[in-house]
């Protein structure tokens, strides 16, 4: 069966420090992938997509994704991470011809001041 | 603001219960997805509509559970003898069919079965 696992459960950061968060899928066909992040109180938001070309694929508030199709992987990146990106992560998965997403179980960020 | 809209956001209902939320999809979307999100998981999907459609149904979705969308715009979901394990979040979320097609949440709606 087709799934997505996110390896890292909760992420502790300092302001400035750097991001990676682990992603990978199990499926051998063509993907759609995404992020979506969920901020305190708020509702899931796209964060960034992958349908094909350039596998580094840049989103909003400073995050960047790269495609790594040998390695099944779309990890997600920021260079220095705020306050504000305190949030929820969720890895996505679009397969074949079926327009369900199928998701990972989520990094909760936390960014310390 | 002309996101998905969901209602109610809260519900609370007694087990043996029967409850129906409501989805309402970006103006023109086609597509209208239903998941459920539990506490330290991430959406599971449940069923999904193109138009009218019921394109696809999870093995999640018991007989106690039914969704329509009977004019292609919102859709309700609805729990019949909601049982303690059915409390979670119950997203939707709406897309337009394309090349690149992405799909847009909702707030959800929590459910409490007591």
């Known amino acids: 069966a087709q799934s997505v696992s996110q390896h890292n459960h909760h992420v502790i950061l300092s302001e400035a420090a750097s991001l990676e968060l682990g992603c990978n899928y199990s499926?051998?066909?063509?993907?759609?992938l995404f992020w979506y992040v969920q901020y305190p109180g708020q509702h899931l938001q796209l964060l960034l997509k992958y349908f094909s070309g350039d596998p580094l694929v840049k989103g909003i508030k400073g995050f960047e994704a790269e495609f790594i199709k040998s390695k099944f992987s779309f990890n997600l990146r920021k260079p220095s991470v705020q306050w504000s990106d305190t949030a929820e992560y969720f890895c996505a998965v679009k397969t074949g011809n079926t327009g369900k997403l199928i998701f990972g179980q989520g990094t909760t960020l936390q960014v310390k001041p | 603001d002309t996101g998905v809209s969901q209602d109610p956001r809260h519900k609370i209902t007694k087990r043996g219960q029967n409850v129906t939320f409501r989805c309402d999809p970006i103006s023109e979307h086609n597509r209208l997805y239903w998941y459920r999100q539990t506490l330290g998981q991430g959406p599971e999907f449940l069923t999904y509509?193109?138009?009218?459609?019921?394109?696809?149904k999870s093995r999640l979705l018991s007989d106690r559970f039914s969704a329509e969308r009977p004019k292609g715009s919102f859709s309700t979901l609805e729990i019949q003898h909601t049982e303690q394990g059915d409390s979670a979040m119950y997203l939707c979320?709406?897309?337009?069919?394309?090349?690149?097609?992405?799909?847009?949440f909702g707030p959800g709606t929590r459910l409490l079965v007591l």
């Open positions: 499926y051998g066909g063509t993907v759609n």
């Open positions: 979320a709406s897309s337009l069919l394309a090349s690149q097609e992405t799909q847009y």
């Open positions: 509509f193109q138009n009218e459609a019921q394109l696809e």
